[in-house]
């Protein structure tokens, strides 16, 4: 190679790299159309109920004309209160007055015994649970609330895990109690651990994408783990004009000082 067409490739080269190395709009914005480099999600899961898996916890309140009843299924007036302003998971106290999801799936209901509930929704639960406790209390019903949830965020410079507090929490929400991503954070592939009831799963999405809205991805689920990674401009640390100028007026004195030397 002649030594122009070699000044040539290196001037290339460090402005590719430049290039390369710049923290664009497209690539932290949320809500961008769809594009070559934006994916189309409309064609996945939205969101469904929540299926309930071994090792959850639910809080089951009976409803009964006997007052015995309600108290040997609910405990006192107090207790329920408790658990109720808590089905967050924040009170150490929820587990006392909650039923677990044992690894049959099961939970063991005093007088009813075991009642299978695992892989149906908190509503279908309600139903079962009713059926099962029909036999011994003819009018009775059942209110049950899946305790204890909760979502971890993980990244390069944060880790947290928060309370799902209310029925839906989609990510944008989700990410916001666990302070934003920063400008490094990559919203191109974003990662989820979700547990399912045939073990664990990892999934990735581009947060950037606003068909996010009808795919699986947008609303958490309990105890997913979202996974956050940095890109690699965080080398460079470009998050302002002054910096990109910076950044240029560097990588072409660098350029001319090689282009001399040659």
Do not use: W
């Not at 015994?113 to 149906?120: L, Y």
């Amino acid at each position: 190679m002649s030594i122009k067409p070699f000044k040539f490739v290196l001037f290339v080269s460090c402005l590719v790299l430049f290039l390369s190395s710049c923290i664009t709009a497209s690539k932290i914005n949320y809500l961008q159309e769809t594009k070559n480099y934006i994916p189309s999600y409309k064609d996945t899961v939205s969101y469904s109920e929540y299926l309930i898996k071994p090792g959850d916890r639910l809080f089951i309140k009976v409803y009964s004309p006997d007052d015995k009843t309600n108290t040997l299924f609910n405990g006192e007036g107090n207790m329920i209160s408790n658990v109720l302003n808590n089905s967050g998971g924040s009170s150490s106290n929820t587990e006392l007055f909650t039923y677990l999801v044992h690894d049959d799936g099961t939970v063991q209901l005093p007088m009813a015994g075991d009642v299978k509930v695992s892989g149906s929704s908190v509503r279908q639960s309600r139903d079962l649970i009713e059926a099962a406790l029909k036999p011994f209390f003819k009018f009775s019903t059942a209110s049950v609330i899946l305790t204890g949830r909760s979502f971890s965020v993980i990244s390069n410079n944060k880790a947290g895990k928060y309370s799902i507090t209310h029925e839906k929490v989609n990510i944008f929400e989700a990410l916001a109690m666990a302070g934003n991503l920063d400008e490094f954070g990559d919203r191109r592939k974003i990662r989820i651990i979700r547990q399912t009831l045939t073990g664990p799963t990892v999934k990735t999405f581009d947060l950037r994408s606003k068909d996010i809205l009808h795919s699986e991805f947008y609303y958490v689920q309990s105890n997913d783990v979202i996974y956050i990674q940095n890109m690699h401009e965080e080398i460079y640390g470009m998050t302002s004009f002054a910096s990109m100028l910076s950044f240029i007026m560097t990588t072409l004195s660098f350029a001319i000082y090689i282009y001399k030397l040659m």
